[in-house]
């Protein structure tokens, strides 16, 4: 199907607009992506996004910001391939699953932006306890609704794509906790089409310099891994 007027306003490496991007393509919906710079933004993105922030959900005249509300107004205009749940628990059960992904994005950014090795470690070890909680979650998979692909699933593969560039790093242990099912899960989205596409190409080498320049903890952990 094709919705020209569709245009998703992101920056090249932000997360929740992945979760857009990703719907938007199991849903068979034709979007225009649009990448601005946030450190240089251009006189009118201040007029669609009060926030300052990405993305953007541009409809016509309309400009839609948050990306809870962005998704939530995809499901709703384009309800003929759902991906939420019809029962009602179901669907609440996958709605908190998207906060606990969003929790873990916060956590995350702790984690790399961490100035000293203490804060570094507390944040390795809060998400190691994250994803051992994931790993029970998928005892019903492939997905966390068992066989059909969801929003929840949508918000996890931009969580799961950032510790794969930090797996090429180093290990980092998130995962001793964790099992199977989580390292099952992950091969699962990467290997998933509308994952896959939905990131520029360099996103890995784009992502290591991004992280390379934030004078970190992890900063400097990567310049002493660079050869001599």
Request: a neutral charge; hydrophobic letters at 45%; one cysteine or more.
């Amino acid at each position: 199907m094709t919705f020209t007027h569709l245009r998703l306003v992101s920056n090249v490496l932000c997360p929740y607009t992945q979760r857009a991007a990703i719907q938007l393509a199991e849903k068979g919906i034709e979007f225009q992506r649009v990448y601005i710079d946030l450190a240089d933004k251009p006189a009118w993105f201040a007029s669609i996004s009060p926030l300052g922030k990405v993305p953007v959900l541009q409809v016509g005249d309309a400009a839609i910001f948050e990306s809870a509300v962005i998704c939530e107004y995809i499901e709703d205009a384009f309800p003929a391939v759902p991906m939420h749940p019809a029962d009602p628990l179901r669907r609440a059960r996958g709605r908190g699953l998207m906060e606990f992904a969003s929790a873990i994005l916060a956590e995350v950014f702790g984690f790399y932006t961490a100035a000293d090795q203490a804060g570094f470690d507390r944040r390795r070890v809060d998400l190691a306890a994250r994803f051992a909680w994931v790993e029970r979650q998928l005892e019903h998979g492939p997905w966390f609704d068992g066989e059909r692909f969801t929003q929840a699933d949508a918000a996890f593969a931009p969580v799961f794509r950032l510790f794969d560039t930090f797996d090429r790093i180093a290990d980092f242990g998130f995962f001793g906790n964790a099992g199977p099912r989580v390292a099952a899960y992950r091969r699962r989205l990467a290997d998933r089409r509308s994952v896959h596409d939905a990131v520029v190409s360099d996103y890995d080498a784009v992502f290591t310099r991004y992280l390379e320049q934030r004078g970190s903890h992890l900063s400097r952990v990567m310049t002493a891994q660079r050869p001599a």
